[in-house]
């Protein structure tokens, strides 16, 4: 396959020339776009055609705060090993005892990580894990209701939880936490579902 463009030599599964940028037409897939006379084709069992509307993890604030609490804590501590008369303390052994704190937004930030939610155009997808992940999906056809909950913090600091009433489950009910602007989300998930119901 040849790019329309600049002619440069491609491999069939390129959809973008990597010399000039310009997309390929697939004439297989235009062939039938043009038989099924122009009319959007679904492809749910196809995870490469479908489209990713977003993707959110927990917001990073407290992760944020806790990485300069620990910074300033580390400066704190070895300050004070450095007054103390009695012992004579070596720098690098007061400095590795401060910067130790790091460890603590660290495992935070790893935890964060972890969680991954993601609205594509048939389904909301909650990945869970590092190394070794665990998917959920909720199909949109089977959620009910979108709502957007926040205490008085979360509210004043820009962030809150997406509840989605979900249909195929006991108790149905799936929360997104700790979402930054969670109303823009929540809005996203319910002018999808619109397609859907």
Same mark, same amino acid.
């Given at each position: ?6 002619? &440069? ?22 062939? =039938?776009?043009?038989?099924? !006379? #122009? @009319? ?21 604030? *407290?992760?944020?705060?806790g990485y300069v609490?620990? &910074?300033?804590?580390?400066?704190? =501590?070895?300050?004070? +090993?450095?007054?103390?008369? *009695? ?10 005892? @401060?910067?130790? +704190?790091?460890? =603590?937004? /660290?495992? %935070? ?8 939610y993601t609205l ?7 990945? %869970?894990? +590092?190394? @070794? ?9 089977? &959620?009910?209701?979108?709502? &957007?909950? /926040? ?6 600091? !820009? *962030?809150?939880?997406i509840v989605i ?5 006991? #108790? #149905?009910?799936?929360?997104? $936490? ?7 989300? @929540?809005?996203?998930? +319910? ?5 859907? $119901?």
């Amino acid at each position: 396959m040849r790019c329309p463009d600049c002619g &440069v030599q491609l491999d069939s599964n390129s959809r973008f020339c990597n010399h000039c940028g310009a997309a390929i037409r697939d004439e297989e897939e235009t062939r =039938i776009a043009r038989t099924s !006379g #122009g @009319a959007p084709m679904r492809h749910d069992d196809d995870d490469d055609l479908e489209s990713v509307i977003f993707t959110a993890r927990p917001t990073m604030l *407290f992760i944020k705060i806790g990485y300069v609490a620990a &910074v300033l804590g580390a400066i704190l =501590i070895t300050v004070l +090993l450095a007054m103390v008369r *009695f012992i004579d303390i070596p720098w690098f052994i007061s400095l590795p005892i @401060a910067l130790s +704190l790091l460890l =603590i937004p /660290a495992y %935070y930030h790893l935890k964060r990580n972890m969680v991954r939610y993601t609205l594509t155009d048939s389904k909301i997808e909650i990945d %869970y894990g +590092l190394i @070794a992940r665990t998917t959920r999906n909720i199909l949109l056809t089977k &959620v009910q209701d979108v709502t &957007v909950s /926040a205490s008085i913090t979360q509210r004043i600091l !820009g *962030f809150g939880n997406i509840v989605i009433d979900n249909a195929s489950e006991i #108790g #149905g009910k799936t929360t997104l $936490h700790n979402i930054n602007n969670p109303r823009h989300y @929540a809005e996203l998930i +319910l002018r999808q579902l619109r397609q859907w $119901h």
